[in-house]
T-cell receptor, first 119, second 111 residues
């Protein structure tokens, strides 16, 4: 079974530029997550999709970050414009089942991440 | 949301058991305890999870205190490949939503 794919693996941009990351989850997985991991910290959830709908985007800085999951499969995360503090690894994860109350056992499968450096 | 407390770092000799502690004194009755680990330059990977009873799988064992305010991840024989950051995470069974990763415990395995 192929894992979660992400591209690019590395990206260097200047502040105020735009950048987009792409994620292809494991086939058939209903739920998709984007995390931001700043150096030395644990991952922080940015947004969670269930199929093609947003379940939780409470920690997404919506003035500059956007994400979509068209057709409930692939997803893109965009930053426009980027700031220096956006330098981080952006991780995509997917899980098989749709999240429902009473179910917190679903395992998340993470991709390798995209390392973004903003100069 | 309930939070967890873990030591920043631990060391272990290769082929010896490792006990990684986690405190979660504000855990609620609906919180599952999950452990993930992150190897260098990789995304986190699932290790184990449990609710009340001790759990075993091929990777590790999870020992949960009777009052559920703490838990311990046990690696029975540490290998060099186990060097990673280990995260203890609480997930609310009622919502099943957000994982709150802390800073985790960085495990160094000494050959």
């Amino acid at each position: 079974e192929a894992g979660v794919a992400q591209s690019p693996r590395y990206k260097i941009i200047e502040k105020r530029q735009s950048v987009a990351f792409w994620c292809n989850p494991i086939s058939g997985h209903a739920t998709l997550y984007w995390y931001q991991q700043i150096l030395g910290q644990g991952p922080k959830l940015l947004i969670q999709f269930q199929n093609n709908g947003v379940v939780d985007d409470s920690q997404l800085p919506k003035d500059r970050f956007s994400a979509e999951r068209l057709k409930g499969v692939d997803s893109t995360l965009k930053i426009q414009p980027a700031k220096l503090e956006d330098s981080a690894v952006y991780l995509c994860a997917s899980s098989p089942r749709a999240i429902s109350p009473g179910d917190s056992t679903d395992t998340q499968y993470f991709g390798p991440g995209t390392r973004l450096t903003v100069l | 949301d309930a939070k967890t407390t873990q030591p920043n770092s631990m060391e272990s000799n290769e082929e010896e058991p490792v006990h990684l502690p986690c405190n979660h004194s504000t855990i609620s009755g609906t919180d599952y305890i999950h452990w993930y680990r992150q190897l260098p330059s990789q995304g986190p990977e699932y290790v184990i999870h449990g609710l009340t009873s001790n759990v075993n799988n091929r990777m590790a064992s999870l020992a949960i205190a009777e009052d559920r305010k703490s838990s311990t991840l046990i690696l029975h024989r540490a290998t060099l490949r186990d060097a990673a950051v280990y995260y203890c995470i609480l997930r609310d069974r009622r919502t099943g939503n957000q994982f709150y990763f802390g800073t985790g415990t960085s495990l160094t395995v000494i050959p």
